[in-house]
């Protein structure tokens, strides 16, 4: 294996520097991104501990808001957060 050797002026060299600590920037920022979490309605009634049709029922009269691929229904985090609502104490 051969080794080459570049000699840089120190403007080019600060601008190589510059370029790598961008891209290491960059990869650390898509690393952080997560990709949306999707529910199935089992899963809702699940993490809710009520019977799939509440979950059909909420969806139906817009309290939760779904998403679909073909037959399949989804919800998202958001959806679910959104649907929840602060009680008054």
């Not at 120190?10 to 949306?36: A, F, G, V, W």
């Amino acid at each position: 294996m051969q080794t080459l050797q570049f000699n840089l002026s120190t403007e080019d060299r600060d601008r190589l520097l510059s370029i790598q600590k961008s891209l290491e920037n960059l990869e650390q920022n898509l690393q952080h991104k997560q990709l949306p979490k999707y529910y199935t309605r089992k899963q809702l009634a699940k993490l809710f501990d009520v019977n799939i049709s509440t979950i059909h029922n909420w969806t139906r009269s817009g309290i939760l808001k779904s998403v679909g691929i073909g037959s399949r229904v989804f919800f998202t985090q958001e959806a679910v957060d959104n649907a929840l609502v602060n009680l008054k104490h």
